[in-house]
């Protein structure tokens, strides 16, 4: 079984949240209903264990803290509005590296990739963002290697996604990643998503 984690925090945007996680949740029940057992798990974690509120004022209550989460498969980090007050915050940044220290893959919607961005994780490799951030993130990280537009960028142990609803392309590609192309259409025709393999990049 896979285990994913992805990480909550104050003013994350929902659909990054909530895409990967029906993904993740969906094509796990799809492979137990065929009998290939639970082949996804899928958790929330905040910094702290505690409740946070999303953009637009939703509560959100994780599954467990970030430091009980131990080694995961992947772990999804989602993005903000206002992705420069989340980088300032230290509990964010301190359960981000705790994550990604114990994951496979370390993955990201959005402007998540700024927070991947500030472990250093980006650094001299493809990476993708909001169309509207990769000049900005390209400036702050001194690099070249942002593909806007992009549904998704896969670099191995790194894998970025566009823009909100690009995270749930992002999520289906890892379905098929970790386990088939069969599974991941048959996730995207169970949530009504029109999905495109090959909307992504994966580098050399």
Request: aromatic share 6%.
């Amino acid at each position: 079984m896979k285990q994913i984690a992805i990480l909550l925090f104050d003013d994350v945007d929902l659909l990054d949240v909530g895409g990967p996680y029906e993904v993740f949740l969906t094509a796990g029940r799809l492979a137990d209903r065929r009998g290939e057992g639970q082949t996804f798990d899928v958790c929330t974690v905040s910094a702290d264990g505690q409740p946070v509120v999303s953009y637009g004022g939703m509560g959100l209550v994780p599954s467990m803290s970030a430091g009980d989460a131990g080694p995961v498969d992947v772990v999804i980090v989602p993005g903000a509005i206002e992705i420069e007050a989340v980088s300032q915050r230290s509990p964010v940044q301190a359960a981000i590296s705790a994550l990604v220290g114990q994951a496979k893959i370390a993955a990201s919607v959005c402007t998540g990739a700024f927070l991947l961005g500030d472990q250093g994780l980006l650094a001299d490799i493809p990476w993708t963002t909001h169309f509207e951030d990769v000049a900005e993130l390209a400036e702050r990280l001194g690099s070249t290697g942002g593909s806007p537009g992009t549904k998704w960028v896969d670099a191995g142990n790194v894998v970025t996604s566009g823009g909100l609803s690009s995270g749930i392309a992002m999520a289906l590609h890892l379905v098929e990643r970790l386990h088939s192309r069969d599974l991941a259409v048959a996730t995207a025709r169970q949530i009504e998503y029109q999905w495109d393999p090959e909307a992504g990049i994966i580098a050399d």
